[in-house]
Structure formats: structure tokens, C-alpha cells
């Protein structure tokens, strides 16, 4: 399956596995990019900017492939200093970054002028086009399915993708919400050039998360996740939890008025608790395709999967259709 995307990463297969914190580590993304998909390496997850540089140096041990770097900009507790991540990008000779929160305009002279692809992550179709403008070589148009952050504006894939192929010159990934051939093929069909996968790609034997982890994802429906920050502005779609039931009750309290002091104990640092240690009750980004999600193949298997079931899809129930 030869597309814009494919072309503009030199990878085999559209399949790219979308940065996550405490999930986009080298183990990860060497398998995803081995299998012909593109892996993203999760830069803030990193502590510093040396810890980035030591993992890209992994990967490049583990793969031979293109691989990519995400590098997210959302508000936070602390500022990053982003400047020296991107200088790790660019020293350890990665090619391709995916970009996400904040208009990255500021940072693209120094990534373009060392040859690095930019991917910009953005939830609406005015988003999308401002990163056109900007110079952006793609975006991954991510619906109100996804997990993480979704945006504000509520536009699930079905309207969201299409809208996007109206307006956009640049290629562009459709995400959220998506784990199987079918909605690869729906995808594709909806105007993009390919896929984006975050939450399934936990729920891979390479991924180097906690088993628990894994098995909330085969546990859960398509009913389980909770949206929590909305007051801040700041929504982020998550598994449901002891700890987000108490978010959610917090924030119908107190509306409005709610500041980040309300929930900041209950939301921040769970992580590599979660991840690492397999404890369940906290707060984590997961997309409503967790009710999708029914095994823990290897990410070989999956990308192979949904490569040839899509192939099938294709030439048999759509050739029928149309014949
Ligand atoms: C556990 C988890 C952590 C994530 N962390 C980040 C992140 O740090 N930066 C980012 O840009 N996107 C992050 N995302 C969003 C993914 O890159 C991707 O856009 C999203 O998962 C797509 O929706 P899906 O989960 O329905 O496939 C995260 C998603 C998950 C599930």
C-alpha cells in the first residue's frame, strides 16, 4: 500500500504509532518501525535531553528503519527546555518528528534545516490548516475518539476526516479510535493517507508497559473512558478509574471555578506508577478503540493483520460492492 505517506517516510506500510508518555520507548518503536510501520519515540518522557539522546541511540541499535521522535507541547507544570530536545533530534540524526499541543512554528527553521519531516498533531480542521501554513509536511488529524487529548471541539472521525480532505493539500494521518483493517480501509477511504494508532499499540507484546496495563485494555468496553479537564481546557480522554470517577465529581463541584490546585495531586506524576508498576487507580490516556481491542499480538502480527485484512476488505467486499 504505496501512499503520500508512505513516500514522505520511506516506511513500508501507512501505520504510524503516535507518541505516548511512559509508553514510546525504543522497545516500542523499534518494533513498530521493524514491521514497516513508523515508531515515535515519546522526547518528554526522557527526564533530560541527554536521557533523549541515550534512547534514540537505542533505537538506532534495534532498527535499521526510519523511526520518529514526538515532541509535545502542552501546557504544564514546568516548562521543558525544548531548544536542547531538539538539538538531541537533530544530533542523533532522527528524520522525522511529530509535533502536538502548541503551534510549533517557532522550532521549525532549526529541525527543517537539518532535513527533519514535520507530522503536526492537530484536532480540528482550522488547526490543520494553520500547520499547512506554517510548513508542516503532514498533519495526524486526530478525532474526538482518541485518546489523550482530543481539543475542545467534540468532531468525531466520521465528519472530522473528510473535512480535513476537503481543505488540505499536505497528506495526513487520520487518528483516534482506530485498531482494525476495517477502519484502516474507512480511513483511507475518508480521504487520508494513512493511520494512526495509539492505544492499540499498548496492548502489544513489545510495548513495555506493565501486564496490567495490557489487560485493562482487553477488559475494557468502548464505554470505559472518562473525559477530565474539560473546565481547564485542557480535555484529556482517559481509562476509567477510582481516582477519575473523583476527578469527574470534583469538576461538576466546582464548574468553572475549578483551577489545576483542585485535581493537581489526583492527576499529576501517575504515570510511571501506572505504566511501570501496574498500578491501576490513577489517571491515563486511552481511546475509546480499547473495546476494540480483544488481543496481545506482537506488533508484526497486528501491522501484518491490518495490511492484509484491509487487502481483503478491498478486493473482495468492496470490489463486490462496486461490481
Ligand atoms: C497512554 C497514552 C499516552 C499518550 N501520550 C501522548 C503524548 O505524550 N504526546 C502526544 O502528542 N500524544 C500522546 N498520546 C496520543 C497518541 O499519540 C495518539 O494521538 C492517540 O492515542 C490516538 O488515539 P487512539 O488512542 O484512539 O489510537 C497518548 C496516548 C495514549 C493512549
Same mark, same amino acid.
Given at each position: 500500500m504505496k501512499t503520500r505517506i508512505t513516500e514522505l517516510f520511506g516506511i /513500508?506500510?501507512?501505520i504510524v504509532q503516535g507518541g505516548m508518555h511512559?509508553? !514510546?520507548?525504543?522497545e516500542l518503536v523499534a518494533a513498530v518501525s521493524n514491521a514497516g510501520g513508523l515508531g515515535i519515540i &515519546? $522526547?518528554? &518522557?526522557?527526564? &533530560?535531553p541527554e536521557d533523549l539522546a541515550k534512547e534514540i541511540a537505542r533505537c538506532h541499535d534495534m532498527t535499521d528503519k526510519p523511526f520518529g521522535v514526538n515532541l509535545t507541547m502542552l501546557p504544564g507544570f514546568t516548562n521543558p527546555p525544548y531548544p536542547e530536545y531538539i538539538q538531541a533530534i537533530i544530533e542523533g540524526g532522527v528524520k522525522i518528528v511529530e509535533t502536538a499541543g502548541r503551534n510549533p512554528q517557532e522550532h521549525l527553521p532549526a529541525m527543517q534545516a537539518a532535513g527533519i519531516k514535520i507530522i503536526h498533531k492537530c484536532t480540528s480542521v482550522r488547526h490543520s490548516l494553520k500547520a499547512e501554513s506554517i510548513g508542516c509536511d503532514a498533519v495526524s488529524v486526530d478525532g474526538f /475518539?482518541? !485518546?489523550?487529548h482530543p481539543g475542545e471541539? *467534540? +468532531?468525531?472521525? %466520521?465528519?472530522l476526516l473528510p473535512r480535513a480532505a476537503e481543505e488540505l493539500k499536505i497528506p495526513f494521518v487520520a487518528s483516534g479510535g482506530i485498531g482494525n483493517a476495517q477502519q484502516l480501509v474507512a480511513a483511507l477511504a475518508l480521504g487520508a493517507d494513512g493511520i494512526n494508532m495509539g492505544t492499540r499499540f +499498548? $496492548? &502489544?507484546?513489545?510495548?513495555?508497559?506493565?501486564?496490567n496495563v495490557k489487560d485493562a485494555l482487553i477488559n475494557a468496553?468502548?464505554?470505559d473512558t472518562r473525559l477530565i479537564m474539560r473546565p481547564l481546557r485542557n480535555t484529556e480522554r482517559v481509562l476509567v478509574s477510582p481516582v477519575v470517577e473523583q476527578i469527574v465529581e470534583i469538576e461538576k463541584e466546582k464548574g468553572?471555578? %475549578?483551577?489545576i490546585g483542585d485535581i493537581a495531586k489526583l492527576v499529576g506524576g501517575s504515570y510511571p506508577k501506572i505504566m511501570?508498576? !501496574? /498500578? %491501576? *487507580?490513577g489517571a491515563w490516556s486511552c481511546g475509546m478503540v480499547a473495546g476494540l481491542i480483544h488481543d496481545i499480538p506482537t506488533c508484526a502480527e497486528l501491522i501484518d493483520r491490518l495490511i492484509s485484512e484491509a487487502d481483503s476488505i478491498i478486493k473482495e467486499r468492496l470490489t463486490m460492492l462496486a461490481g
Open positions: /513500508e506500510h501507512p511512559y509508553v !514510546g520507548f525504543a &515519546t $522526547a518528554l &518522557t526522557q527526564p &533530560t /475518539e482518541c !485518546g489523550g471541539d *467534540d +468532531i468525531p472521525n %466520521m465528519v +499498548i $496492548a &502489544t507484546k513489545e510495548a513495555p508497559v506493565h501486564q468496553s468502548e464505554l468553572a471555578d %475549578m483551577t511501570q508498576e !501496574g /498500578e %491501576m *487507580d
